[in-house]
């Protein structure tokens, strides 16, 4: 099993990015997939996931409203896209898959994840 992220990089504030996990090595498309990201000097944090039907979500309240994650399923894919950047949002974000939609998130496979740098 292999999820590989991309669409991190360097972003002023109020900018926008779309972050990319493609999943690969089975099938993914009855698998919750998400989110996490790590700030530097914190510990890794919830940021999204989403059921395998795409039509439930569930986001980190620190990100509603400017984070938005959805998927293809078939592409094995998920996505993430973060509009209103702020500086707070720079960490490295990581892609998830497993575990389930409620209670706290025991995913099953994580990826190396992506650098998301916002500056002010």
């Known amino acids: 099993v292999q999820l590989v992220e991309s669409g991190g990089g360097l972003v002023q504030a109020g900018g926008s990015l779309r972050l990319s996990c493609a999943a690969s090595g089975r099938t993914f498309s009855r698998f919750v997939m998400g989110w996490l990201r790590q700030a530097p000097g914190k510990e890794r944090e919830f940021v999204a996931r989403i059921a395998w039907t795409g039509g439930t979500t569930y986001y980190n309240d620190s990100v509603k409203g400017r984070f938005t994650i959805s998927r293809d399923n078939a592409k094995n894919t998920v996505y993430l896209q973060i509009d209103n950047l702020k500086p707070e949002d720079t960490a490295v974000y990581y892609c998830?898959?497993?575990?389930?939609?409620?209670?706290?998130?025991?995913?099953?496979?994580r990826g190396q994840g992506t650098q998301v740098t916002v500056s002010s």
């Open positions: 998830a898959v497993g575990g389930a939609m409620i209670g706290p998130w025991q995913y099953d496979y």
